[in-house]
């Protein structure tokens, strides 16, 4: 069974920094694609970045690449995705997915995890 557990949202102060973190398990994680996609109130899923399992190669979706940075461990099978300078718009629940494609969009990614809530104060 493929799972995805998300971890590190938390509330915090606007200029602030988090990282989150995914720990992927019942897949060959090389094999894969993994990205970060987040969902504020009242809005669609947005995909926020990728990365390939085995090697590294990233795609910034988010027009705002240089306060994300996302980045994996094949050793632990761990996705990361680190975000500074949050901003209030930053609030939203962060969700990491998997995809055997080399694709980063929310409607192509095959498993999901359950999100963890990121909340930004001004």
């Known amino acids: 069974e493929v799972q995805l557990v998300e971890s590190g949202g938390d509330l915090v102060q606007a200029g602030g920094s988090l990282r989150l973190s995914c720990a992927a398990s019942?897949?060959?994680?090389?094999?894969?694609?993994f990205g970060w996609f987040r969902q504020a109130p009242g809005k669609d899923r947005e995909a926020v970045a990728c990365?390939?399992?085995?090697?590294?190669?990233?795609n910034y979706v988010t027009s705002e690449k240089g306060r994300f940075t996302i980045s994996s461990e094949r050793a632990k099978n761990m996705v990361t995705l680190q975000i500074h300078s949050l901003k209030p718009e930053d609030t939203a629940v962060y969700y990491c997915?998997?995809?055997?494609?080399?694709?980063?969009?929310?409607?192509?990614?095959?498993?999901w995890g359950k999100g963890t809530l990121v909340t930004v104060s001004s």
């Open positions: 990365i390939t399992g085995g090697s590294d190669v990233t």
């Open positions: 997915a998997a995809v055997i494609e080399r694709v980063c969009t929310p409607g192509a990614m095959e498993y």
């Open positions: 019942g897949l060959d994680f090389v094999r894969y694609v």
